[in-house]
């Protein structure tokens, strides 16, 4: 895996990390579909500006699966 790849996950990682609603099923957040799917597309936003680049993809919705 290349190094711009690499950093590339880490930065997806830590963005996704910023928004506790996408992974702590423990908080009432967890259950919010409007919520986490807002959350997804800041996420997909913060990758390139751009909630077109994630649509289709694993990544947007939460039908991700990471």
């Known amino acids: ?6 950093y590339d996950c880490e930065i997806l990682i830590s963005e996704i990390e910023r928004r506790p609603a996408l992974l702590d099923c423990s908080l009432q957040e ?5 919520l986490k799917d807002r959350l997804w597309g800041e996420v997909c936003e913060s990758k390139n ?13 939460v039908s991700a699966t990471l």
Do not use: D, L, P, W
């Not at 909630?51 to 289709?56: F, I, K, P, Q, S």
């Open 1 to 6: 895996m290349a190094f711009k790849e690499v």
């Open 30 to 34: 967890y259950s919010c579909e409007g």
């Open 49 to 61: 500006g751009n909630v077109g680049y994630c649509e289709g993809s694993q990544i947007y919705g």
